[in-house]
DNA sequence: TATTGTTATACTCTATAACTATA
DNA sequence: TATAGTTATAGAGTATAACAATA
């Protein structure tokens, strides 16, 4: 018979994961209000301004791990600020390329920096090398399951 | 003048944080929900159960990162199913002491295995001293802002 | 006056189901 | 029949404001 010993709530990695998280998403989104953008909408503009020619909301969607009907409506949140637009695809009628406008180059590029400053509050006891490891764990996390 | 390199998403701290807090999270709700319990909630009862004398709601609060108003509903919650009590605190007749029940404490043994079981298929992929590492990480991002 | 707990409200995020138009 | 996009809805999480009882 085995002893358990429960794990201390501080030591649990889901509780700390989540309240880190926490914390930066709340950083990040104050940093981007000015710019008229939050976490995900911020996260759909730049991966439209990476892809040269353009992602399908599908592939926006894998890409976030979002539900299609969420992407349509961040994509709409930016195509209202002017930010992307809805190009038909040639290929094939069904799907529709998020690709960025001009301004929304502009906005990425000041959002990006906003966002990077931000996240110096909470992450900026963390050395370059650590934040490399935590990249790399935190990315095997996420590929582990889906 | 420096030039600019923006950072791809998949390398965002920020980004990848809030993507394996929500698989954790999926992960454990799932785990709990056989449990009744979600992750909120039992976080309150795990807390509930490591202070020998009970808790105050305000602690709770402080201890989780929660408003206080979201503590009530998440004691609410708790008491209706049986597994806390609010004790009149006797220092304080302000203060509300939340208190497992014998039924609380089997129900947080039996959560916390099951968590701990869920959030191996994420986490599987890391070692031990990964998730100490991790664990000292998140920590830090936690403590630096608040 | 300050603090504990509470109620209320609004907004964001998450999760599903169902529908359309194309393929 | 399968896939891309869309609409709709409900539940959970987050963020504030205001209030009563007590200190």
Redesign the interface.
Known sequence: MEV?M????????????????????R??NAALAEHGLR?RSY?VL??A??AAKGLSQRELAT?L?LDPSQVVLLVDELVAAGLVERQAAESDRRTRLVVPTAEGCRV??AA??A??AA?E??????GDS??D???D??????T???
Chains 1, 2 share one sequence.
């Not at 509050?121 to 963390?126: D, E, F, R, V």
């Not at 764990?137 to 996420?142: D, P, Q, S, V």
């Open positions: 358990h429960a794990q201390p709530l501080t030591d649990d990695l889901g509780f700390l994961l989540s309240r880190a998280s926490g914390q930066v998403v950083a990040t976490v996260s730049v991966l301004c990476e890409a791990a990425r590029e990006g920096e966002a990077t996240v509050a909470p992450l900026g006891l963390l650590e934040r490891r935590l990249r764990m935190l990315t095997r996390i996420c582990a399951t889906a």
